[in-house]
């Protein structure tokens, strides 16, 4: 199973956010294109880069820091504040590999479904980000994890599907930048129920241990952030771990 390292950004600025929280922010003294340079040469094939400027927004905030960073050696998904089909291009004009959608996934199912038409379910990756309700259902989370949704996530992705969207970023808000191990009961029900999807699991990654069990869960890859930076979870891993 593969490991994408993920890189998020804000004024330039390698951090992390927990739970999405952008008063929760925690900075690392990384620079950016040396960081994704330093995971290529680990071994990674995929980057994972947000935008959380973008995403706060409601629009692509950091394209020339995203063309630098595509340039680092290894193919970058990325993502934050993809409104229009202008934003797709620009970040694939930029050297993106796939533009990660979310909220126009959710609210605006038929644009989503003609850009899959004209991009492709290659260039495109839904990122699903969910957050339990008071009842213990799923919902979806939109604007940069702001805004409650109230869509039904199955039914959205069986239409995807027969779309054409091939990858599916996943995301328990709940887990994500505390360290806390990621829900595998989550991710294994959603491969086993949409076994098409190349799924990748964000949120909660911590070490080798969390990884291979992610990998029995039938997910294609996870993210981790703060597991890399943090050493948790070794670059040697990037390698070892490559599909």
Request: aromatic letters at 6%; proline letters at 3%.
């Amino acid at each position: 199973m593969n490991i994408i390292p993920a890189i998020d950004l804000r004024d330039g600025r390698v951090v992390r956010l927990r739970q999405g929280d952008f008063a929760r922010e925690r900075q690392f003294d990384h620079d950016a294109f040396a960081l994704a340079q330093r995971y290529a040469g680990a071994g990674a094939a995929w980057l994972h880069v947000v935008d959380l400027d973008g995403a706060r927004s409601g629009a692509p905030a950091q394209v020339d820091l995203l063309a630098h960073i595509a340039r680092a050696g290894a193919r970058v998904q990325a993502g934050g504040g993809v409104r229009t089909r202008d934003d797709v291009q620009r970040l694939l004009d930029a050297g993106v590999g796939r533009a990660v959608v979310g909220s126009v996934a959710v609210r605006a199912p038929d644009t989503f479904v003609e850009w899959l038409t004209e991009f492709g379910g290659d260039r495109l990756c839904l990122a699903l980000d969910l957050r339990r309700d008071g009842e213990g259902g799923w919902r979806p989370a939109l604007d940069a994890w702001q805004t409650a949704g109230d869509a039904d996530f199955a039914a959205l992705l069986d239409r995807h599907a027969e779309a054409g969207l091939r990858h599916v970023l996943t995301t328990d808000i709940g887990q994500d930048g505390m360290a806390a191990g990621p829900n595998l009961a989550l991710y294994s029900e959603l491969a086993s129920r949409w076994p098409q999807f190349d799924w990748i699991a964000s949120g909660g990654v911590r070490d080798l241990d969390d990884v291979d069990a992610l990998g029995a869960t039938g997910v294609a890859a996870c993210v981790a952030g703060t597991a890399l930076l943090e050493g948790t979870l070794p670059l040697e891993a990037l390698c070892s771990r490559a599909a």
